[in-house]
């Protein structure tokens, strides 16, 4: 007797045998997706497989709920990896970032920002645009604000911003060359292990003479 909610994509979604048979079945029709041949059914479990042997479906599965998977932390699982148990004689450990620097080649990043109240090390610039503080706290934010909810991937990393973007997020291919030149010649300075480059150009030469992918490659 138990009904279920389904996502039913069919052959033909007005083919009257599969009406037919949704109708034998007690199923009913709640919605269509636009003019496709997907419908929404709701239907009685004990239909499923007649439908299923039928010949005249693709798939069927059920009408899943969405549901919000929590900020960057939890939706990528960095959370849950974070925290690494003893193993094979090796001591617990935890995963946070620590002295790792992060080089965010973009249009700067706003030091005060709540985002970064409780962050490691950050060499900072202006940020006009937005986009490099977004960036940077994907990355590394780290905040008590609402229960430390806008934590990033490597809380206690080092941000160290490469501003290579005007304010309204516009630059040029030698602004970003001289940004991963900087990098190159600081890496050890600043222990940079990351490079974030959320920025790009059209690609017209091949990756063997662009001198973007040169550089990068060299980075």
Do not use: M
């Amino acid at each position: 007797k138990t009904r279920v909610d389904v996502i039913i994509q069919a052959k033909d979604a007005d083919n009257a045998a599969l009406r037919a048979l949704l109708k034998s079945g007690e199923a009913r029709v709640t919605d269509r997706i636009g003019n496709t041949e997907t419908i929404v059914v709701n239907l009685p479990l004990s239909a499923l497989e007649s439908l299923s042997k039928s010949g005249l479906i693709n798939f069927i599965s059920p009408d899943r709920p969405t549901t919000v998977t929590g900020h960057v932390e939890e939706s990528i699982g960095a959370d849950i990896v974070r925290s690494q148990p003893a193993l094979n004689g090796r001591s617990a450990y935890d995963l946070d970032g620590t002295d790792i620097g992060i080089a965010i080649v973009d249009s700067g990043i706003a030091a005060n920002h709540n985002g970064y109240k409780s962050s490691g090390t950050l060499t900072a610039t202006t940020d006009g645009y937005g986009h490099g503080s977004h960036v940077a706290g994907l990355a590394a934010g780290d905040s008590n604000k609402n229960s430390g909810a806008y934590r990033g991937v490597a809380k206690n990393a080092k941000v160290i911003s490469v501003k290579v973007l005007n304010d309204v997020g516009e630059g040029s291919s030698s602004w970003l060359l001289n940004g991963l030149n900087w990098i190159l010649q600081n890496r050890v300075q600043y222990n940079i292990k990351v490079a974030n480059l959320s920025l790009g150009t059209t690609a017209v030469d091949s990756y063997r003479n662009d001198p973007i992918c040169v550089k990068v490659k060299e980075l």
